[in-house]
């Protein structure tokens, strides 16, 4: 109540300091995330639910030196990003379940020749066509396993607005790092949701450009070896033009220099050499984030968009003063998994609750594999709507019985 209101009012609003925030999507986010990382190429063909990413690029992009490309079909799209990539420039593309099916031979290039490349994928349920402008989350498994053979990719999964700018600068990082294929993996209902958030804090951004090779170097070197087998299975970079530092590149298999070979050596060395790159960046993978108490009677874990639901739902929980303490562990690195963090967790867990929106629980299927621990409890939802809290409340009261 405030003392002598104005006649006819007995309360007054009360001006109030509030930091200041952003109303974004998660569209949005990741394109801001892609110009803060130095992105200069940008292409995609326009599918659900990222299309409106695209018109957004295309809007603010240019302002920052980004080349944006409405490809004429979502193989053009992947080939001209590659193209891009080995030049030098930071590049990405953007597209859906449909669209990255006709990318799946593209994708084995950039794995071959070793060229980063960020894919923003966002999910929505097929198959085919299936539900396009609704939400899910069944596209886990295909990113992991897409293209032929096997060859080196790392999948991040933002739950946020927030997540989905720092992320996409996470991913340039690491793709330039590894040299290979980084997905930020997200779908429909962040894609397209408006949230309130804090101004992304660009001093936490820092570029890292891996092991590419300065002019000055690459104009001078000698015996240069493209694809060179390293302890740690990351070779220097060249760019085109470099004097000195000239390799051959094509989807052929090949040797340390880039010359086309069906040698046994040469290609169980390669094989070895791209698989060595994950062996190094799963020690600098972060735990997982733990919400709530550090020690609970239900632990939820999820990925991805569930984030907001659950965080609701441990909330409603807490003010209903509800008999049971529980938390939750969200990944947003889901490929390679935190494996060792993983277990450390979930053997300190007494019910566990998987939360996912697919209908064969991908998540706890990969977690089982690489873990050896079955999560038994799940709530998985495939109707194409996102999670409600109330729905993630009323299983924790179930399994808790």
């Known amino acids: 109540m405030v003392k002598n209101p104005p006649q006819g009012f007995d309360r007054k609003l009360i001006k109030r300091t509030a930091q200041p925030k952003i109303v974004i999507t998660g569209n949005e986010a990741y394109v801001l995330g892609a110009i803060a990382s130095g992105c200069k190429f940008y292409a995609a063909y326009p599918m659900t639910p990222m299309a409106a990413a695209l018109v957004y690029m295309a809007e603010v992009g240019p302002k920052y030196g980004v080349v944006v490309k409405h490809a004429e079909d979502e193989i053009s799209v992947i080939n001209m990003a590659i193209g891009a990539s080995y030049t030098g420039v930071r590049s990405m593309i953007n597209t859906a379940g449909g669209g990255f099916s006709l990318m799946v031979e593209g994708l084995g290039l950039a794995g071959i020749t070793e060229t980063p490349l960020v894919i923003v994928m966002a999910q929505r349920p ?39 700018f720092y992320l996409t600068v996470e991913a340039f990082n690491i793709a330039d790092k590894l040299q290979t294929p980084v997905f930020v993996l997200v779908d429909k209902f962040l894609c397209e949701s408006h949230k309130s958030a804090p101004i992304f804090d660009q001093t936490k951004i820092t570029i890292d450009r891996g092991n590419l090779l300065s002019k000055e170097i690459g104009d001078t070197v000698e015996n240069y070896m493209r694809y060179q087998d390293t302890p740690s299975g990351i070779s220097p970079r060249n760019l085109p033009g470099m004097k000195k530092a000239i390799a051959t590149i094509n989807s052929y298999e090949h040797t340390e220099y880039g010359f086309s070979t069906e040698d046994i050596t040469d290609r169980i060395k390669q094989v070895e050499k791209r698989n060595r790159k994950l062996d190094s960046y799963k020690t600098t993978i972060l735990k997982p984030t733990k919400y709530g108490d550090e020690n609970a009677q239900v632990t939820l874990i999820a990925w991805g968009s569930t984030k907001g639901p659950i965080l609701q739902a441990l909330k409603r929980l807490k003010s209903e003063n509800f008999n049971q303490t529980v938390n939750f562990i969200h990944l947003n690195h889901v490929w390679p998994l935190p494996k060792e963090a993983l277990i450390e967790e979930l053997n300190k867990c007494q019910k566990v609750l998987l939360v996912e929106g697919n209908s064969q629980a991908q998540m706890a299927s990969l977690i089982r594999e690489q873990t050896g621990i079955e999560i038994k409890n799940k709530l998985l939802k495939y109707d194409g709507r996102p999670f409600y809290p109330e729905e993630i409340i009323e299983k924790i009261k179930e399994i808790s019985i």
């Open 126 to 164: 097929g198959p085919a066509t299936g539900l396009p402008t609704y939400t899910g989350q069944g596209d886990l498994k295909f990113l992991i396993n897409a293209s032929q053979d096997e060859f080196p990719r790392v999948i991040l999964a933002p739950g946020d607005v927030e997540e989905a």
